[in-house]
């Protein structure tokens, strides 16, 4: 046995799996195609809202779990990870009234504001309806995450190396073949974002996933003097003033970068391997008509665009499961970043033996 563990993948998910098994004493290799830093994934980039706006208990648990993971992180690195700068959600009132409603069974700290408060305090942002303020949510530093969980693994990154193939022997026996080498371990961990059914093939049984490349943008704010929460809208059900809208919106301030908003999981289909890494033209005119709309408080001329991978279930559930030595985590859908840490604890529990929440396994209905 060459290590205890392979990880596939050294975005996000990959590095966090491999920092929570590190830390339980396995030996632990993780093996990334391409080289450290790259943007060709789903992880790459300064900010990620952290968002504590759900409603459903699983998603409670893990974004209180990540909360407690990212401070321990920060404080054992030195790094600050999270920005909370608070969260304003608006738009589509009945799922935000369901929101307060489960923050309020957990004790999680919520409040609703009438739009001309929020747009008094908020002078950057426009808003039409009520708006859900959680002041304990924010954004996480993503680039500094990733380097965070690196320097606290006792993992080995091992970069510009595709994994080719994957082989089980037995319930604790796997072969993984690179360009260079055959390694064995009792566990893999899949983490391979948009490439997941590539490495994969039919090895296993995993919902479908779907890969598109999306489109979010930054936009120059027009006085450095504005406060910016991070933000989600949600288009208001059936007023036709929204029928442009492609998805709901969501965003934050990235220091130095502008105020980021984003269409969700609605970008073009894409095979990861042959990306254009540009914008449709459609989309981004929406989303500039939408920033002309919603936020005054930046330019709207000052699009800068940026590439990235989703790989989305039909729900939006995460995949998190076990077929014998082969741990799986994807399908993370555009919405996995904020609980990064505590998706590392889930798989290396599944490496353990300890299985995941059913609604996040592979054979959910
Ligand atoms: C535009 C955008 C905005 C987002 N905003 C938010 C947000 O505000 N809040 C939030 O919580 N989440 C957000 N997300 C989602 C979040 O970023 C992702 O859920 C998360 O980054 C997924 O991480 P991952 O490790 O699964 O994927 P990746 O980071 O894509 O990691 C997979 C890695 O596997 C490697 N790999 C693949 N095949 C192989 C192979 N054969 N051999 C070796 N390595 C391989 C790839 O190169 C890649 O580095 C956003 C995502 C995008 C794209």
């Not at 966090?16 to 943007?39: I, N």
């Amino acid at each position: 046995m060459d290590v205890d563990v392979v990880v596939i993948g050294g975005g996000a998910m990959g590095s966090a799996a491999a920092w929570q098994m590190s830390r339980r004493g396995r030996s632990v290799l993780l093996l990334e195609q391409f080289d450290e830093g790259h943007q060709l994934g789903a992880s790459h980039g300064a900010t990620r809202n952290f968002n504590t706006a759900y409603s459903e208990a699983d998603y409670l648990d893990l974004v209180a779990e990540a909360r407690i993971l990212w401070d321990a992180l920060a404080e054992e690195t030195g790094r600050q990870l999270l920005d909370l700068v608070g969260l304003v959600n608006h738009g589509n009132l009945p799922r935000l009234r369901a929101t307060r409603a489960a923050h309020k069974l957990r004790g999680i700290e919520s409040y609703f504001l009438p739009a001309s408060a929020a747009a008094e305090r908020w002078k950057g942002m426009n808003f039409r309806g009520e708006v859900l303020v959680v002041p304990g949510a924010g954004r996480v530093r993503a680039a500094e995450a990733l380097l965070a969980l690196r320097q606290a693994s006792e993992a080995h990154f091992q970069y510009s190396t595709p994994v080719r193939d994957i082989r089980v022997l037995a319930e604790e026996s796997v072969v993984v073949v690179t360009d260079s080498q055959e390694l064995t371990a009792r566990n893999v961990v899949v983490t391979a974002g948009a490439w997941t059914n590539k490495v994969l093939g039919r090895m296993v049984r995993l919902p479908e996933l779907v890969v598109t490349q999306e489109q979010p943008a930054h936009f120059l704010p027009l006085d450095d003097s504005l406060t910016w929460p991070s933000f989600n809208h949600n288009p208001d059900q059936d007023d036709p003033r929204d029928d442009y809208w492609y998805s709901p919106v969501y965003g934050m301030l990235t220091p130095g970068e502008g105020i980021k908003a984003g269409w969700h999981g609605v970008g073009p289909v894409m095979d990861p391997d042959a990306r254009t890494f540009l914008p449709e033209p459609v989309q981004l005119e929406a989303l500039v008509r939408y920033v002309r709309e919603w936020l005054p408080g930046v330019d709207p001329e000052s699009v800068v665009p940026i590439s990235c991978t989703y790989t989305s279930t039909a729900n939006e559930d995460f995949v998190l499961d076990r077929f014998g030595p082969v741990v799986v985590g994807a399908g993370f859908s555009g919405h996995g970043f904020k609980f990064t840490p505590a998706i590392g604890r889930v798989l290396a529990d599944l490496v353990d033996g300890v299985q995941a929440p059913s609604r996040f396994s592979a054979s959910r209905d």
